[in-house]
Antibody, heavy 121, light 110 residues
Framework: EVQLLESGGGLVQPGGSLRLSCAAS????????MNWVRQAPGKGLEWVSG????????YYADSVKGRFFISGDNSKNTLYLQINNLRAEDTAVYYC??????????????WGQGTLVTVSS | QSALTQPASVSGFPGQPITISCTGT?????????VSWYQQYPGKAPKLMIY???NRPSGVSNRFSGSKSANTASLTISGLQAEDEANYYC??????????FGGGTRLTVL
């Protein structure tokens, strides 16, 4: 059974940084594209970043480009999202999601439970 | 990367069919067959219902179907049931090698 378990969220001041983790089990991380999707309180889904299987190519939404960095550790079967220079509008639940495909194309067939990031002074 | 356009809400009676539209551009919905649909209950993670325009993952009811014409994709639910009441989101791959979601549609079963 595929499972994704996010961690690393919390309360951070504007301008601060966090590293989110997503521990994967039931499949091999390097065989699937992986993604981060966020949802601000009471709002819709926003795709944030994706990485192709094998980790050779990463992609970002314009709203986070240059501040967020996605990576994977195949030895730990864990996906990461480094988020820097946080802004109030980054406040959201961050979901880790596995793609059906090896390249970032959408089709997110498994999701974690999410981790809440709150940016506030 | 503008969000895809979905109606804010749709409603229907049990047993009736409903359709939710998702409009993009030739750079996303119209340019690729990588449209997906997700169901989300409040406080829960989304669930993939349709991928690559019209494919259903294993375990998803065949009451759910997807289609696409030009820059607009559609999700149809036949024979509405009370359990279908949820928020629905479309998404598409884009020419920028990113993914974009729609704003979401709240489905109410009357």
């Amino acid at each position: 059974e595929v499972q994704l378990l996010e961690s690393g969220g919390g309360l951070v001041q504007p301008g601060g940084s966090l590293r989110l983790s997503c521990a994967a089990s039931g499949f091999t991380l390097s065989n699937s594209a992986m993604n981060w999707v966020r949802q601000a309180p009471g709002k819709g889904l926003e795709w944030v970043s994706g990485i192709n299987a094998g980790g050779n190519s990463a992609y970002y939404a314009d709203s986070v480009k240059g501040r967020f960095f996605i990576s994977g550790d195949n030895s730990k079967n864990t996906l990461y999202l480094q988020i820097n220079n946080l802004r109030a509008e980054d406040t959201a639940v961050y979901y880790c999601a596995k793609s059906l495909t090896q390249r970032v194309r959408g089709a997110l067939d498994n999701w974690g439970q999410g981790t809440l990031v709150t940016v506030s002074s | 990367q503008s969000a895809l356009t979905q109606p804010a809400s749709v409603s229907g009676f049990p047993g009736q069919p409903i359709t939710i539209s998702c409009t993009g551009t030739s750079s996303d919905v119209g340019g690729y067959n990588y449209v997906s649909w997700y169901q989300q209950y409040p406080g829960k993670a989304p669930k993939l219902m349709i991928y690559e325009v019209s494919n259903r993952p294993s375990g998803v009811s065949n009451r759910f179907s997807g289609s696409k014409s030009a820059n607009t994709a559609s999700l149809t639910i036949s024979g509405l049931q009370a359990e279908d009441e949820a928020n629905y989101y479309c998404s598409s791959y884009t020419s920028s090698s990113t993914v974009v979601f729609g704003g979401g549609t709240r489905l109410t079963v009357l």
